[in-house]
């Protein structure tokens, strides 16, 4: 069963707009961790933003925000003022039970002028 | 400090050859782990270690195998390739799995 998904195979943006990005995931565990991290075309992963289940706020980071509502079993991330960097494959992780991380598959977010 | 390197960049293997991915970091992170990616499948664990000494097998481990002698060190190795190991591989480290991994380069695999 996927335990990250994300429906989203492509997205299309104007520049300077907000974009969210969908994550869903499935846990039984009341202790999880969710994370986004952004792989530009040079292929690097780079580390956007962490929320724990117990966090009481959403956590935002800059430009970057994870929209968590615990109840819906989303993790969206919320970017604002998009920027034509921000064109990149989006993926969506969840740590699974005490030592696992498990990847979703991935939205590839275009930024146009 | 170097982070996470790898090592090689580019490999390519005829099928049934054997070969080590190396994997190296310098933050004297304990958790270490290796991925897989596809196009379409995200990124799929392989193999991970919490310290060394001590590994686990991820969501697909057939066909690798690893070892943690050292702190720093985290080799992947394929024991006999098969076209379908064509991939990119990434290393990751971090404080443990619910911190920020940081990834290596990757290593682009073709198996012919």
New interface residues.
Partial sequence: AQK?TQTQPGMFVQEKEAVTLDCTYDTSDPSY?L?WYKQPSS???I?LI?Q?SYDQQNATEGRYSLNFQKARKSANLVISASQLGDSAMY?C?M?EG?????????TRLTINP | NAGVTQTPKFQVLKTGQSMTLQCAQDMNHE?M?W?RQDP??????IH?S?GAGIT?Q??VPNGYNVSRSTTEDFPLRLLSAAPSQTS?Y?C?SGLG???????G??TRLTVT
């Fill in positions: 990250i961790g994370f292929g690097e992963m580390f962490y724990g993926f992780a740590r005490a030592q696992k991380l498990v990847f979703g598959q991935g | 958790y782990s991925y379409g499948m995200g990124l799929r664990l991970y919490v686990d991820g969501e990119v990434f990751a799995p619910s911190y920020e991994q940081y990834f380069p990757g």
